[in-house]
């Protein structure tokens, strides 16, 4: 199992373009997480999918925007970008009732 | 609002030294806590929990709901302890939804030969 995977790895786009990360959760997890991490800071809760649904949502704007596949692979979505969407975004997996989450090496997406 | 501080960014102590990295909360409820690593070049993964009052990789972390407190402690450095450290915190998971993880700013600890 490779774990939680996450493509591409790299990302450069300019001001007002859109973006689509994606993720792969661990084999046998069902609920995937995204997080945006800023240079210096720790992670930050944008989205959580379940059951192909968003559940819970962090203080982001309505310009990110997420799905969940039947498979359970996911996809963050960010339009018109802004240069603070320069960032790490990192996908996390676990399954729905346990407290540990696996996090993917992350997408750097640099916006010019 | 759920809040994290690690007050310390840079933590520097030699090889076979106590460590304590510092980590407090703000949540107007139960929390859970978690510490989070990440080595260098490697993905961000679990280090400890609080629920499991567990031991790993020598280190340990005590809930203090008094002082709203949840450091990190190892009696012993080594080098490889070298690394990125956060702390974490979730709310109560509501029905039809998993833990969602507040972080802190991280602490990297260097340990010196």
């Known amino acids: 199992d490779a774990g939680v995977t996450q493509s591409p790895t790299h990302l450069i786009k300019t001001r007002g373009q859109q973006v689509t990360l994606r993720c792969s959760p661990k084999?046998?997890?069902?609920?995937v997480s995204w997080y945006q991490q800023a240079l210096g800071q720790g992670p930050q809760f944008i989205f959580q999918?379940?059951?192909?649904?968003?559940?819970q949502r962090g203080n982001f704007p309505d310009r990110f925007s997420g799905h969940q596949f039947p498979n359970y692979s996911s996809e963050l979505n960010v339009n018109a970008l802004l240069l603070g969407d320069s960032a790490l975004y990192l996908c996390?997996?676990?399954?729905?009732?346990?407290?540990?989450?696996?996090f993917g090496p992350g997408t750097r997406l640099t916006v010019l | 609002a759920q809040r994290v501080t690690q007050p310390e960014k840079l933590l520097s102590v030699f090889k076979g030294a106590p460590v304590e990295l510092k980590c407090n909360y703000s949540?107007?409820?139960?929390?859970?806590l978690f510490w989070y690593v990440q080595y260098s070049r490697q993905r961000l993964q679990l280090l400890l929990r609080?629920?499991s009052r567990e031991s790993i990789k020598g280190f340990t972390a005590d809930l203090n709901k008094g002082e709203t407190s949840f450091h990190l402690k190892k009696p012993f450095a080594q080098e490889e302890d070298s690394a990125m450290y956060y702390c974490?915190?979730?709310?109560?998971?509501?029905?039809?939804?998993?833990?969602?993880?507040?972080f802190g700013k991280g602490t990297l600890l260097t340990v010196n030969p």
């Open positions: 609080h629920i």
């Open positions: 949540y107007s409820g139960s929390p859970e």
């Open positions: 999918y379940y059951e192909e649904e968003e559940r």
């Open positions: 084999s046998g997890h069902d609920t």
């Open positions: 996390a997996s676990s399954l729905l009732g346990t407290d540990t989450q696996y």
């Open positions: 974490a915190l979730s709310g109560p998971n509501s029905g039809g939804s998993n833990y969602k993880l507040t």
